[in-house]
């Protein structure tokens, strides 16, 4: 039981390029989420999903694009890179039973822009 | 022990002593709230959660208390360990939409 994997786990890109950092669950939740964590701070919400086929912003999406095509996957699409998104990204997944809420958090991606 | 009555980006404690961590948190519609440790190079780990129909809930060594009418969190670790040197993060949110909010951190250092 793998929990949250994401990749790649480090990666430099140069300023324009874009890419697509993977998430992938294979604890059947339905809700999942991205975050940024920027040095010294809290992470905060890019984009979050309730479920295939459903996607919101949350708090700093310009920049970020995601899909959810299948329960499982939930990428985050980079469209034009900017040294003002070189940070760490988490993707998280989570379930929701009688009031609780089981969060697991991804190990991480640490990207840099130049 | 030691503890901090207003949130502080630091706290360092000795070895052995108990050790108080204070979030305050701004949504008035959150109704579970979560306590994070996040280690160097890794995501947040989970450590305890509590319901907004609570205002104290026990783990191992940790202890969360919810006071709703200040809306403030804090976090009690008991006997503090080096391995409990970490950033601590308070997060709410509301049961309505899922999305998960995080305060700032606390760095806690645990002196030898």
């Known amino acids: 039981n793998a929990g949250v994997t994401q990749t790649p786990k480090f990666q430099v890109l140069k300023t324009g390029q874009s890419m697509t950092l993977q998430c992938a669950q294979d604890m059947n939740h339905e809700y999942m989420s991205w975050y940024r964590q920027d040095p010294g701070m809290g992470l905060r919400l890019i984009h979050y999903?309730?479920?295939?086929?459903?996607?919101d912003q949350g708090e700093v999406p310009n920049g970020y694009n995601v899909s959810r095509s299948t329960t499982e996957d939930f990428p985050l699409r980079l469209l034009s890179a900017a040294p003002s998104q070189t940070s760490v990204y988490f993707c998280a997944s989570s379930y929701s039973y009688g009031g609780a809420f089981g969060y697991t958090f991804g190990s991480g991606t640490r990207l840099t822009v130049v | 022990g030691e503890s901090v009555g207003l949130h502080l980006p630091t706290l360092s404690v000795q070895e052995g002593d108990n050790s108080i961590i204070n979030c305050a948190y701004s949504?008035?519609?959150?109704?579970?709230f979560i306590w994070y440790k996040q280690e160097s190079g890794k995501g947040p780990q989970f450590i305890i959660d509590i319901r907004s129909n609570m205002d104290k809930r026990q783990g191992q060594r940790v202890t969360v208390l919810l006071n709703k009418t200040v809306k403030h969190l804090s976090l009690q670790i008991a006997a503090t360990q080096p391995g409990d040197s970490a950033v601590y993060f308070c997060a709410e949110l509301s049961s309505n939409d899922y999305k998960l909010s995080f305060g700032a951190g606390t760095t806690v250092t645990v002196r030898a």
């Open positions: 949504n008035s519609a959150s109704d579970y």
């Open positions: 999903s309730v479920g295939a086929g459903i996607t």
